[in-house]
């Protein structure tokens, strides 16, 4: 299974008395993730489903992502990917989806690199995961344990470069 991870694109900064689930993308991060996910694409990305946080920012970027590179895909909201969330839960989710041969989730910090470390079976990894970062994770069987291969992880300012 080809594992996709993806952290949401920049978004406005947070302000009192708002909710930080409400908070939006911003065109900057906008723009940002369309070389990410136009790069994805030339990488010969596929996706079948995606996974996403509920949170506003989440789901504005799981949108793009629908509408850019995966227009097939099916598109699910779980609270498991909230920034809170845990890797070992995230995990049972995936598992949940076994059919499928390709998966994306879109979620947060600190979540995202923990579900990364979690599935490289490394939990002392430290990953600098990116806004609008994506991450490909290959595993050869979704068993009680996950036991990922990286392959490739792009940042915005990576993709512009390649521009």
Do not use: C
């Amino acid at each position: 299974m080809q594992i996709y991870l993806l952290r949401h694109a920049i978004a406005e900064d947070g302000r009192p008395g708002s909710s930080d689930s409400e908070r939006a993308l911003v065109p900057e991060g906008r723009k940002k993730l369309k070389d990410v996910l136009r790069l994805a694409r030339q990488a010969d990305t596929a996706v079948s489903l995606i996974l996403t946080s509920p949170y506003r920012r989440a789901r504005q970027t799981a949108d793009m992502v629908a509408d850019l590179l995966a227009p097939e895909a099916e598109m699910l909201e779980t609270a498991t990917l909230t920034p809170d969330g845990r890797a070992d839960l995230v995990w049972q989710e995936i598992r949940a989806h076994r059919p499928v041969d390709s998966v994306m989730l879109v979620s947060h910090e600190p979540l995202i690199s923990a579900v990364a470390a979690y599935l490289l079976n490394g939990p002392a990894l430290r990953i600098d995961f990116k806004k609008g970062g994506l991450m490909r994770i290959d595993v050869e069987s979704v068993g009680l344990q996950p036991h990922g291969v990286l392959k490739w992880y792009v940042t915005s300012r990576l993709a512009a470069a390649g521009a």
